[in-house]
C-alpha cells in the first residue's frame, strides 16, 4: 500500500468514523435522560439532509441548513411528546417496539415526500472533482468539512453539558430524576430537550456529509446499525467513547476495502456488535455500573 492510498484511507475511515460516533452520541443523550434506545436516531440525520435539499431550492445554503436542523428539532420534540410522553415505566422491549415504528413511520413519510430518488446537497466548496492536495493523496474539500462540523459539534456538546445551566439539569436528570424533581427540574422537559438536541445535531451531520455520501429516504436504517455498533462498542452512555468508537469502526471499514469487498462492509459491523454484545456487553470503554451524562 503506498503512502497516498493510505491517507486517502485514514481520511476515508476518519469521516465515516466520525459520522458514525455522532449518531452514536444522538443515542447516548436520549439514553442518558430517559434509559430509552431511539432506534429513529438515524431517520433524524436522514431528516436534515433531505429536509436541507428541499429548502436549498428556495433559500442560500446556510439557511437551508439552518432551517433543516431547526425542523427536524422540532420533528423530534414531536416524536417524544405523540409517542414517549405519555408512558408509565414502560418496559425496554415496549421502547424498542415504539422506537422502530416510529423510525418505520419516519421512513414512509419521507418516501411519500421525496420518492426513492438519491439526492444531495452542493458541496459546500468547489464540486465532486476538487480536491487538496495532503501528503500526496487527493482529499475531497467536503470531507474537511465533515471533520471539522462533527468535531466542532463533539466539543460544543461537551461544553454544553458541562457550563450551561440547562446541560446541567439534563445529567441531574440521568444520574437521579427523583433528586433532580424535588431541587425544581421538570424531568419531562429535560426528555423533550434530549429528542430536541439528538434530533438537532443528527441533521447537521446529514446535511454535511449529504454532497459526499448523498441521502435517500432510507439511509438513515444502515446510518442507525452503525451508531448503535458504535454505542454500544463504546460503552452504552458514554459519549467521548462513542467517538473513539466511532473512529475505530470508520477506520476498520476503510481498510478493510482492501482486503473484503464493499458490499460486505456491514458485516463488519454487525460481527463487531454480536462479539461485544457476547463479550463485553457493557462496551471497551465502558463501566458495568456506567450511567449518566457525567461520562460525557
Known amino acids: 500500500m503506498t503512502a497516498e492510498l493510505f491517507i486517502q484511507y485514514l481520511f476515508a475511515g476518519v469521516t465515516y468514523g466520525i459520522i458514525y460516533a455522532i449518531v452514536a452520541i444522538g443515542f447516548n443523550i436520549i439514553y442518558n435522560t430517559t434509559g430509552i434506545i431511539n432506534f429513529a436516531q438515524g431517520e433524524f440525520v ?22 433543516a436542523v431547526l425542523l427536524t428539532m422540532l420533528v423530534g420534540a414531536m416524536v417524544e411528546m405523540t409517542f414517549i410522553r405519555w408512558l408509565k415505566s414502560p418496559s425496554v422491549l415496549r421502547m ?43 482529499i475531497s474539500p467536503q470531507v474537511l468539512w465533515v471533520i471539522g462540523v462533527c468535531s466542532v459539534i463533539v466539543i460544543a456538546l461537551s ?31 429535560m426528555v423533550t430537550l434530549s429528542f430536541m438536541l439528538s434530533a438537532g445535531i443528527g441533521a447537521l451531520a446529514g446535511c454535511v456529509m449529504s454532497p459526499i455520501t448523498y441521502t435517500e429516504y432510507d439511509s438513515g436504517t ?20 462513542a467517538v473513539a468508537a466511532g473512529l475505530l469502526l470508520g477506520l476498520l471499514e476503510a481498510f478493510s476495502v482492501s482486503i473484503v469487498p ?35
Open 46 to 67: 436522514m431528516l436534515g439532509g433531505m429536509i436541507a435539499i428541499t429548502l436549498n431550492a428556495l433559500l442560500p445554503l446556510p439557511l437551508a441548513i439552518a432551517g
Open 96 to 138: 424498542i417496539i415504539i422506537t422502530i415504528g416510529v423510525s418505520i413511520l419516519i421512513r414512509e413519510v419521507a418516501l411519500h415526500i421525496w420518492g426513492e430518488g438519491v439526492r444531495s446537497l452542493p458541496y459546500f466548496v468547489g464540486n465532486e472533482i476538487s480536491t487538496v492536495n495532503i501528503l500526496g493523496a487527493r
Open 159 to 189: 461544553l454544553f453539558f458541562r457550563y450551561t445551566m440547562q446541560g446541567q439539569k439534563m445529567r441531574a436528570c440521568a444520574a437521579n430524576r427523583t433528586a433532580a424533581t424535588l431541587c425544581g427540574i421538570n424531568p419531562k422537559n
Open 222 to 241: 444502515g446510518l442507525a446499525i452503525k451508531g448503535f455498533t458504535v454505542a454500544i462498542l463504546g460503552g452504552l452512555g458514554n459519549s467521548m467513547a
Open 262 to 296: 464493499l458490499a460486505y462492509q456491514d458485516v463488519i459491523a454487525l460481527s463487531i456488535l454480536l462479539l461485544i454484545l457476547f463479550v463485553r456487553p457493557h462496551g471497551l470503554f465502558g463501566r458495568k455500573d456506567a450511567a449518566g451524562l457525567k461520562e460525557f
